[in-house]
């Protein structure tokens, strides 16, 4: 591993727990601990994991309604439908009608807080304070850590050591104490299960990590299980799933725009689209269902009587379903559930079905 990777707050607690640790988006990160991704996935669904995502961005903007207003122009979300500390997945669009990174949006007392993908936090810091009339006034809070806790009893765990997180609603947040701190929660996740997000002060994470492990149910998990976790829940990486010139339409994910901006299409990229809505698009993001036991890996091609209809960008083997997980584009009219195609993996073709998503069903608190 390349001493040029930058290392969370956990590292050191990583490394003494077992962890396999890899470069991932410029940091040293666990993949896997001693059980194995498929125990730490199973251990998720069945229970509850706890994810070390302080490699994440957390960007904070202080200001009123002329910085909301500054923000809507690059994403296309509307701030003011917004409840105090609800949170709203969307992207940070460009000029081409590609999504420049995914995010999370959360409206709070102070302002707006987002968290932002690893590979991309640096640039969009950029972009984002290049719309601000003070940008003096945005911070990337290298200070802080986050921690994910996932799974059916996480809510239970997590509630047992900071009181009142229980009563929070899906994509809502709030300010509560964790040993004498303050520490900010999002009831969110990225594994389609029940649980929350914890920001929280580098210097106190080790022991909130600890306590977790030492006195409950929850254990460490890598970002080996969290892929297979979020695949199986459909939910898209960025840098696979999405990238700079994929728009939200191709990427089925219209929900990330504000109905509102739908109407207007005011903010950067609007106009391609608008015209992805009305005029169509050619390709669309699809889950596929292999035969057999075979997995098909990213950049596998998609085939359709013999033609190459689109590629493949997530693919693994899915603990919870007992089968391969693959996500990726095919051209529009190969798109309908039902549709038979063919993935091309180590040169042999085999037969494969375009699937509703998600391939497992989420549990998440209303």
Same mark, same amino acid.
């Given at each position: 591993?390349?001493?040029?990777?930058?290392?969370?707050?956990?590292?050191? $607690?990583?490394?003494?727990?077992?962890?396999?640790?890899?470069? $991932?988006?410029?940091?040293?990160?666990?993949?896997?601990?001693?059980?194995?991704?498929?125990?730490?996935?199973? +251990?998720?669904?069945?229970?509850?994991?706890?994810?070390?995502?302080?490699?994440?961005? +957390?960007?904070?903007?202080?200001?009123?309604?002329?910085?909301?207003?500054?923000?809507?122009?690059?994403?296309?979300?509307?701030? *003011?439908?917004?409840?105090?500390?609800?949170?709203?997945?969307?992207?940070?669009?460009?000029?081409?009608?590609?999504?420049?990174?995914?995010?999370?949006?959360?409206?709070?007392?102070?302002?707006?807080?987002?968290?932002?993908?690893?590979?991309?936090?640096?640039?969009?810091?950029?972009?984002?304070? *290049?719309?601000?009339?003070?940008?003096?006034?945005?911070?990337?809070? @290298?200070?802080?850590?986050?921690?994910?806790?996932?799974?059916?009893?996480?809510?239970?765990?997590?509630?047992?050591?900071?009181?009142?997180?229980?009563?929070?609603?899906?994509?809502?947040?709030?300010?509560?104490?964790?040993?004498?701190?303050?520490?900010?929660?999002?009831?969110?996740?990225?594994?389609?299960? @029940?649980?929350?997000?914890?920001?929280?002060?580098?210097?106190?994470?080790?022991?909130?990590?600890?306590?977790?492990?030492?006195?409950?149910?929850?254990?460490?998990?890598?970002?080996?299980?969290?892929?297979?976790?979020?695949?199986?829940?459909?939910?898209?990486?960025?840098?696979?799933?999405?990238?700079?010139?994929?728009?939200?339409?191709?990427?089925?994910?219209?929900?990330?725009?504000?109905?509102?901006?739908?109407? +207007?299409?005011?903010?950067?990229?609007?106009?391609?689209?608008?015209?992805?809505?009305?005029?169509?698009?050619?390709?669309?993001?699809?889950?596929?269902?292999?035969?057999?036991?075979?997995?098909?890996?990213?950049?596998?091609?998609?085939?359709?009587?013999?033609?190459?209809v689109g590629i493949v960008?997530?693919?693994?083997?899915?603990?919870?379903?007992?089968?391969?997980?693959?996500m990726g584009y095919v051209?529009?009219?190969?798109?309908?559930?039902?549709?038979?195609?063919?993935?091309?993996?180590?040169?042999?073709?085999?037969?494969?079905?375009?699937?509703?998503?998600?391939?497992?069903?989420? *549990?998440?608190?209303?």
């Amino acid at each position: 591993m390349s001493t040029a990777n930058l290392t969370t707050a956990l590292f050191d $607690f990583h490394v003494a727990s077992g962890a396999k640790m890899v470069p $991932f988006a410029g940091y040293a990160m666990p993949i896997q601990y001693a059980t194995g991704i498929v125990n730490e996935h199973n +251990q998720v669904r069945q229970s509850a994991g706890i994810f070390d995502v302080s490699h994440m961005g +957390q960007f904070s903007i202080v200001g009123d309604d002329s910085v909301c207003a500054a923000i809507e122009k690059v994403i296309p979300i509307d701030l *003011s439908k917004l409840n105090m500390n609800q949170s709203k997945y969307s992207f940070l669009m460009n000029a081409q009608g590609g999504i420049d990174d995914d995010l999370i949006v959360t409206r709070v007392e102070q302002g707006i807080n987002i968290v932002l993908n690893a590979a991309c936090k640096h640039k969009d810091v950029k972009t984002l304070k *290049s719309v601000l009339s003070n940008p003096d006034c945005a911070t990337l809070h @290298d200070h802080l850590s986050l921690v994910a806790i996932q799974g059916p009893k996480a809510v239970s765990i997590v509630d047992a050591m900071i009181p009142g997180v229980a009563n929070l609603k899906f994509m809502n947040g709030g300010s509560f104490t964790y040993d004498g701190e303050t520490v900010y929660v999002t009831r969110s996740g990225y594994t389609g299960e @029940d649980g929350f997000e914890i920001s929280i002060a580098n210097n106190k994470v080790e022991q909130l990590c600890k306590t977790l492990v030492e006195t409950t149910d929850a254990s460490m998990i890598g970002l080996g299980a969290r892929d297979s976790l979020r695949l199986e829940a459909g939910l898209c990486l960025y840098g696979h799933d999405l990238d700079t010139t994929t728009s939200p339409i191709e990427a089925d994910l219209l929900f990330g725009i504000a109905k509102s901006r739908r109407e +207007q299409f005011n903010f950067i990229g609007g106009d391609v689209v608008k015209q992805h809505m009305e005029q169509g698009i050619s390709r669309k993001r699809v889950g596929i269902q292999l035969e057999g036991k075979i997995i098909a890996r990213e950049n596998a091609k998609i085939f359709k009587e013999d033609k190459e209809v689109g590629i493949v960008t997530s693919g693994s083997f899915g603990p919870s379903v007992g089968a391969a997980v693959v996500m990726g584009y095919v051209n529009f009219d190969c798109s309908e559930v039902g549709t038979s195609v063919e993935l091309e993996v180590r040169g042999k073709k085999y037969p494969a079905k375009i699937c509703l998503l998600p391939f497992y069903k989420k *549990s998440y608190a209303k």
